[in-house]
């Protein structure tokens, strides 16, 4: 699925938007994250291809995982691609502030969830309702992660708990969060730079599907 579009790599100049256009077409899609961009809309409506100067991941080995939130994460049910689209649309809902997934990126990452590359945790609640989730795209030991949602308290930061897992389970050595923020930071997420992130991202790709046996509902 190639793309009618060539995505620029990241230069030393580059502040964290690299370029601006193109398409949200999986083939544009897959090269970008092969390249450390990531598709966001900027303020004027055009599609911009970021890659932050200051990009965050956590490291698989260093989740901190408070003692609430491991009594969290018997509270609930959870699952790998059951409710992707579910999953986006609570990322999605309006209500949140500054909403940036529309109906465009909907409809192009669960085109890519179809076509195999782009993943859900779903957090489900004891009368089976969909309370939080996260959603990103995988290629080889990287996981992308795009967006995560909750509707009760720490059901998504149990989705990631369960991302962390899955990872670890599969061989995953790449876990991108794109920025730091506070509630990232208490989970243990760290800035690297994008010099390293691009560096790390070279071994990741050529990794294993992390995904391959992810597909399990058990408890953690």
């Known amino acids: 699925m190639p793309s009618r579009f060539e995505l ?36 004027d409506g055009h599609l911009g291809w970021w890659s932050p100067v200051e990009r ?14 491991r009594q969290s994460t018997r509270r609930f049910q959870v699952s790998v691609d059951a409710d992707f689209e579910g999953v986006i649309r609570g990322c999605a809902d309006s209500r ?4 940036w997934i529309t109906g465009d990126f909907v409809e192009a990452y669960t085109t890519l969830h179809r076509l195999g590359w ?12 969909l309370v ?7 290629i080889g030991g990287l996981f992308a992660g795009e967006s995560m949602f909750h509707e009760v308290r720490d059901a998504s930061k149990v989705a ?13 050595s790449l876990l991108d969060v794109q920025w730091q923020t506070p509630h990232l ?5 760290v800035v690297i730079g994008r010099d390293a992130y691009l560096g ?21």
């Open 118 to 129: 782009a993943h859900s945790v779903e957090v489900w609640d004891n009368e089976g309702r």
């Open 96 to 99: 949140r502030r500054d909403p």
């Open 160 to 172: 990631l708990v369960h991302l962390v897992v899955v990872m670890n389970r599969g061989g995953g």
């Open 8 to 43: 620029p790599d990241p230069s030393p100049g580059d502040g964290d938007v690299v370029a601006v256009g193109a398409d949200l077409e999986a083939g544009t899609l897959l090269q970008a994250y092969r390249r450390g961009l990531f598709p966001m809309g900027l303020p």
């Open 185 to 189: 930071e208490s989970l243990g997420a």
């Open 200 to 220: 790390k991202l070279d071994e990741a790709l050529s990794g294993p599907d992390v995904f391959e046996s992810a597909y399990e509902s058990d408890s953690l």
């Open 56 to 69: 965050a991941i956590l490291p698989l080995r260093g989740l901190h995982i408070s003692r609430s939130l």
């Open 132 to 138: 939080g989730g996260l959603y990103g795209v995988a």
